[in-house]
Structures are given as structure tokens and as C-alpha cells.
């Protein structure tokens, strides 16, 4: 039998943090890694036009799609150029699946400065043809309005 003795000479129990602060700081790089990915994915680089008046864009939703018009009138569905076609299939889904969630869908278009409004209004066009009805324009804020804000957008019904 052993004596209380014994047990008060073993060493006390320590917890390593070590491992766990390795685990934490590579989620931590993970995450930041992949949001930038995820930023730089969903969007074409296009000059925005400059608005005095607008409202802070929302957060992404599931019932929304952006698409970019870049200067020679090319379309952008995330990093992937897409036809007129494609895209009407895509505005015609993105209006399906709105209505069976019983949601409004969205499009927001980010449209270059210098292309041609022709290109626009084909989109504005699909959009009415498959009755979306919240369309969103991205614009850049005007920096005498507000130096704070780097974009904004606004709504058209």
C-alpha cells in the first residue's frame, strides 16, 4: 500500500498551449488567405464611374449577382468572361431561385467609366425580360462627398 507520501512528490500536470496557438495561427493564415482569393475572384478590375449620391452596398446575398462590364463591352460573371447568352441564362435561374425562396433577386452591375451604355442596357433589358427588379450600379464615391467611402451603389426600380 502506498503512503500519502508517494503521492504528494509526483510533479503537477501542465497544460502545453504550444500546439494550440500553432493551430490557431494557421487558421487565422488560412482564412485571410482564402478571403483575398475569394475577393479577387468575384471581380474584374474596371474604373468606376464617380457618383455624388449614393448608398453603401450591402452585403452579398444569396439572390444576387454581380456582373462586370469592362470597356470593350465584354461581360464578367465573377473572374469568367460570359456571353450575352450565358448571362440570360444565368439572370433567368438567378430569378427562379429567387421566387422559390420567395425572395427578390438582385443584379449589381459594375460597369466601366468609358463603356458604352448600349451594353448596360442590354443587361437593364435581360433583367426586365425575366422580371428582376432590383438592379444595383456600383459607382465609385466622389471624394468631396465622402472621403471615407470607396464605393457605393445605386438603386434603380
Given at each position: 500500500?502506498?503512503?500519502?507520501?508517494?503521492?504528494?512528490?509526483?510533479?503537477?500536470?501542465?497544460?502545453?498551449?504550444?500546439?494550440?496557438?500553432?493551430?490557431?495561427?494557421?487558421?487565422?493564415?488560412?482564412?485571410?488567405?482564402?478571403?483575398?482569393?475569394?475577393?479577387?475572384?468575384?471581380?474584374?478590375?474596371?474604373?468606376?464611374?464617380?457618383?455624388?449620391?449614393?448608398?453603401?452596398?450591402?452585403?452579398?446575398?444569396?439572390?444576387?449577382?454581380?456582373?462586370?462590364?469592362?470597356a470593350d463591352g465584354?461581360?464578367?460573371?465573377?473572374?469568367?468572361?460570359?456571353?450575352?447568352?450565358?448571362?440570360?441564362?444565368?439572370?433567368?435561374?438567378?430569378?427562379?431561385?429567387?421566387?422559390?425562396?420567395?425572395?427578390?433577386?438582385?443584379?449589381?452591375?459594375?460597369?466601366?467609366?468609358?463603356?458604352?451604355?448600349?451594353?448596360?442596357?442590354?443587361?437593364?433589358?435581360?433583367?426586365?425580360?425575366?422580371?428582376?427588379?432590383?438592379?444595383?450600379f456600383a459607382v465609385?464615391?466622389?471624394?468631396?462627398?465622402?472621403?471615407?467611402?470607396?464605393?457605393?451603389?445605386?438603386?434603380?426600380?
Open positions: 500500500m502506498r503512503t500519502p507520501n508517494q503521492l504528494s512528490q509526483r510533479q503537477p500536470l501542465r497544460f502545453n498551449i504550444t500546439p494550440l496557438i500553432d493551430v490557431v495561427f494557421l487558421l487565422i493564415i488560412f482564412f485571410l488567405v482564402a478571403s483575398h482569393f475569394v475577393r479577387n475572384e468575384q471581380s474584374e478590375n474596371v474604373s468606376l464611374p464617380v457618383a455624388t449620391l449614393g448608398m453603401a452596398d450591402h452585403d452579398a446575398a444569396s439572390h444576387r449577382i454581380t456582373i462586370t462590364v469592362r465584354s461581360y464578367f460573371v465573377g473572374s469568367q468572361q460570359q456571353s450575352e447568352e450565358a448571362i440570360a441564362g444565368q439572370l433567368q435561374t438567378l430569378s427562379q431561385n429567387a421566387s422559390a425562396k420567395q425572395l427578390l433577386p438582385e443584379v449589381r452591375i459594375r460597369s466601366d467609366r468609358t463603356a458604352d451604355y448600349r451594353h448596360v442596357r442590354t443587361l437593364v433589358e435581360k433583367c426586365a425580360a425575366v422580371n428582376i427588379r432590383r438592379i444595383y465609385a464615391a466622389d471624394s468631396a462627398s465622402d472621403a471615407n467611402s470607396s464605393s457605393a451603389a445605386g438603386q434603380t426600380r
